[in-house]
């Protein structure tokens, strides 16, 4: 949650990947607390559909906790739309993945995805994506 302003924060993205983000965010780099969304309103609105994040215990760019605090925060829409959340406002170990409609796992290390991190995505799709499942 960029709000946290921790790790790879508003005006590092907006200084290093000045193409890739509108000007109206490039506004928010020096005032955080006035930005109008966040991370977990973006997730709300992808309700109710399944969303899958992921990352590593050891990525302090990416901020593990505030992914997963955005997360948390989703999830009284998905509830309102029926659907399940992350069930826990307690953040799981590394290795110890959470698969409801929103899904979270750690993996003990650095950014970017292992190897081991595609058992647990294709066993969320399998939850979500085969026909007559929801």
């Known amino acids: 949650m960029s709000r946290r302003n ?4 508003i005006k590092h993205l907006n200084t290093n990947y000045v193409t890739s983000f509108s000007g109206n965010y490039q506004k928010f780099g020096d005032h955080v607390d006035q930005l109008p ?3 977990h309103m973006l997730l709300a ?6 969303v899958y994040l992921q990352t590593g215990d050891e ?3 990416s901020d593990p ?3 997963f605090l955005a997360a948390v925060a989703a999830e009284p829409v998905y509830r309102l739309l029926g659907k399940q959340g992350l069930g ?3 953040m799981p170990a590394a290795g110890q993945p959470i698969m409801n409609t929103i899904g979270y796992h750690m993996h003990a290390g650095k950014h970017g995805t292992v ?3 595609w058992d647990q995505y294709l066993k969320f799709m399998e939850m979500h994506l085969q026909p007559g499942r929801q």
Do not use: C, F, M, Q
């Not at 609105?45 to 399944?50: F, G, N, Q």
């Open 88 to 90: 826990t406002e307690e």
């Open 59 to 61: 990525d302090k760019w």
């Open 45 to 50: 609105l992808i309700a109710p559909r399944p």
């Open 115 to 117: 190897p081991s991190d």
């Open 6 to 9: 921790y790790g790879e924060t």
């Open 37 to 39: 969304v966040d991370a």
């Open 65 to 67: 906790e505030g992914e």
